[in-house]
């Protein structure tokens, strides 16, 4: 069996460190917002490049405190529209929506699966902010959003999940907008043992209207300046995600390494392989490839003992929670949906394994 995801293997990679913060944690018993949360944030925060990190629960909560965060600045008002692709995983959506904003769905580009600077403008949306998502964990055409963003004032900001550690000209994953978002959610290229998240920015004041939001509001015990939440990263998981941010670019790197294997070595007109440019703007959390009969292949895969999954199977305007959306078309969405499959790719995976993929894939 050739696994989708060895959560085990990345793991146990670290077993013994986590063991030994896992004592001092124990005997510190210093749980929530301790020295292992302040470590994490400031060696995420320089590993951006961002000036600021604040650690969050999990990543929904980054995305929805930073537009929260925004409407405590007067940024945002309650209303005010929010350009966001309209395939996503459904977090980024639904941070909109907790924020009492409007999403404006637009399209993708059929090849990278982000949206373009193209799909922006053709969504002619008064909008006051875009969430750009690193899907599968490429960078957008970042240079051209930024661009348009800053000469028509609005806020840029990153849905980062799956891009930790993705880089271009103007920096990385984190540090390319006004604020991003990342989720530390096990399965993503950098994870944690359970949930977490953060955001990372360069304004001062958003970071610090984040810390509070995420405690309570408040920034003395017991002392509530604004409505708040409890989303606050959890110290023990700091303490984990210390130790894992330092394998983070080897890992990333074996990913590239395994993506242009496939790309080079799958050469069956059945299966349509992803876009990718061969430089670090790509971090690979997923390799998504389409097929015409989907089910069939599948089947096939099955058969041959190989794991996948489909990043995902049902676009969120289509979900029920979403029924409000469900009269509108997203033809390039919807066929997205339809034919993508998503195939091992990760830092464990050995090379006969990489093989074997590439060997089951062309006899298909
Ligand atoms: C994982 C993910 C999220 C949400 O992260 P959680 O930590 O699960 O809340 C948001 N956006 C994208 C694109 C993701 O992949």
């Not at 209303?79 to 395939?87: F, L, Q, S, T, Y």
């Not at 840029?156 to 390319?176: T, W």
């Not at 794991?307 to 033809?331: R, T, V």
Request: aromatic share 10%; net charge negative.
């Amino acid at each position: 069996m050739i696994k989708f995801l060895d959560l085990n293997k990345i793991n146990n990679r670290f077993r013994s460190e986590f063991e030994v913060s896992f004592s001092k944690s124990l005997d510190d018993a210093h749980f929530i917002l301790g020295k292992n949360v302040i470590n994490f944030e400031n060696e995420f925060a320089s590993y951006c490049g961002a000036q600021f990190c604040v650690g969050t629960a999990n990543g929904l909560d980054a995305l929805t405190l930073i537009l929260k965060g925004y409407i405590q600045l007067g940024k945002l008002q309650k209303g005010d529209k929010v350009i966001v692709p309209a395939n996503t995983f459904i977090a980024t959506i639904l941070s909109v929506l907790h924020a009492d904003l409007v999403p404006v769905l637009v399209e993708p580009n059929p090849d990278s699966y982000n949206i373009t600077i193209d799909s922006i403008k053709e969504s002619k949306a008064d909008a006051k902010a875009i969430i750009m998502v690193h899907l599968y964990g490429q960078l957008c055409d970042v240079e051209d959003i930024l661009e348009f963003a800053e000469t028509n004032d609005l806020l840029l900001i990153e849905d980062a999940a799956q891009a930790h550690g993705a880089e271009c000209k103007l920096g990385m994953a984190g540090n390319v907008s006004n604020a991003a978002a990342f989720s530390f959610y096990p399965s993503k290229n950098l994870g944690a043992l359970g949930d977490g998240g953060a955001i990372t920015t360069n304004n001062e004041d958003l970071a610090r209207v984040i810390r509070q939001l995420r405690n309570y509001g408040s920034t003395k015990k017991y002392t509530n300046k604004i409505l708040g939440y409890n989303s606050r990263l959890d110290d023990m998981q700091a303490a984990f995600l210390s130790i894992k941010l330092g394998e983070l670019n080897a890992d990333n790197k074996r990913r590239r390494e395994i993506a242009k294997v496939y790309l080079s070595e799958i050469n069956n007109p059945k299966i349509k392989l992803p876009f990718y440019n061969g430089t670090k703007n790509h971090v690979f959390y997923a390799f998504v490839v389409e097929v015409d009969d989907r089910n069939d292949f599948t089947e096939y895969l099955n058969n041959h003992n190989i794991e996948w999954l489909i990043h995902y199977p049902i676009p969120p305007h289509k979900q029920e929670a979403l029924s409000a959306f469900s009269n509108l078309e997203f033809p390039v969405t919807e066929n997205i949906h339809k034919k993508i499959i998503s195939l091992p790719i990760s830092p464990v995976l050995e090379n006969n394994e990489v093989q074997k993929v590439v060997e089951i894939l062309n006899s298909y």
